[in-house]
């Protein structure tokens, strides 16, 4: 039996893994199309432009999602409960308070944003609130603390940055060579003209397969969270039962969008059948697995 520190341990040292070959594919794709083309130019450009785009999207991420999901922010005054449950978590944790949000709406779902722990936000549904037991929401609460505490959004910007930066290297990659004139030198010898031909495979396929490590990242980064609720808590089944309690609603969240998906406590598209692979959440099944078979000792 797993207990919670083993699980802990064990999510977090696969992430940093992902990460890390993440880097290294980066790396490798931009050293192919350089190579191919025999310039360095479309690297750099795109270096520049995927870092300037994320860390913008980083630095204003918490106030872009909060309007696209129409959230207002909770106060004390206007619900005393959900607000002490956030701050005694909070103090647990060791976190700053958040700021507390919350969107109208019957669909139960959650999730944290802000870029770093001094500017964080948990945003609930009144779906949520109003239907779960105070253990599931406790779960729940902590979940989206941990996100915040493990500084996710930190590593959902990189890993986006990483993203962008491959889909624009390939993008590149191909204008160049049919519009450039980058083919002119495909043909000086087998070994230049081998690189060129797997530069144009890597084109088509280095972005499919930086979406897949992505998603892999954050389904990893979910397990993470789990872990690091119960931890937090004391008691993995108030989330693992929340987690049932929210995958059986079949009301879709009207509010996220393609952009926010991944930052919900559970996929916000309900009824959509996906294989794993592009999932940006793991299973239910799986997750509830992991709390149900964690030792608290």
């Known amino acids: 039996m797993h207990t919670l520190y083993n699980q802990y341990d064990r999510n977090s040292r696969l992430t940093w893994a992902y990460i890390t070959f993440f880097f290294v594919f980066v790396i490798g794709v931009g050293y192919v199309f350089a190579g191919a083309l025999q310039s360095s130019v479309i690297l750099y450009v795109a270096v520049i432009f995927s870092v300037l785009t994320s860390i913008a999207s980083y630095w204003w991420s918490d106030k872009i999602v909060l309007s696209m999901s129409g959230a207002k922010e909770l106060t004390f005054e206007n619900n005393k409960e959900t607000y002490r449950l956030v701050e005694n978590l909070s103090i647990t944790a060791g976190l700053p308070l958040p700021k507390i949000y919350v969107i109208e709406t019957s669909a139960q779902n959650a999730f944290a944003t802000g870029r770093d722990p001094k500017h964080s936000v948990i945003c609930l549904t009144t779906g949520i609130i109003k239907r779960l037991e105070k253990a599931e929401l406790e779960g729940v609460i ?156």
Request: aromatic fraction near 8%.
């Open 142 to 297: 902590a979940h989206e603390l941990s996100h915040v505490g493990n500084r996710d959004t930190l590593i959902s910007t990189v890993v986006v940055i990483l993203v962008g930066f491959v889909a624009l290297l390939a993008d590149w990659f191909r204008y160049f060579i049919w519009f450039g004139g980058g083919r002119r030198n495909d043909s000086r010898n087998q070994a230049q003209a081998i690189l060129f031909i797997a530069a144009i495979v890597l084109s088509i396929l280095a972005p499919l397969f930086a979406l897949l490590i992505q998603l892999a990242i954050s389904r990893k980064r979910e397990f993470l969270a789990d872990a690091s609720g119960a931890l937090l808590t004391r008691y993995p089944e108030g989330l693992a039962n929340a987690l049932q309690k929210i995958s059986r609603d079949t009301e879709p969240m009207k509010a996220a969008n393609r952009a926010t998906a991944h930052l919900y406590i559970i996929n916000p598209f309900k009824g959509k059948k996906i294989t794993k692979l592009f999932m940006t959440h793991p299973p239910i099944e799986e997750r509830v697995a992991a709390l149900k078979g964690m030792d608290i000792k």
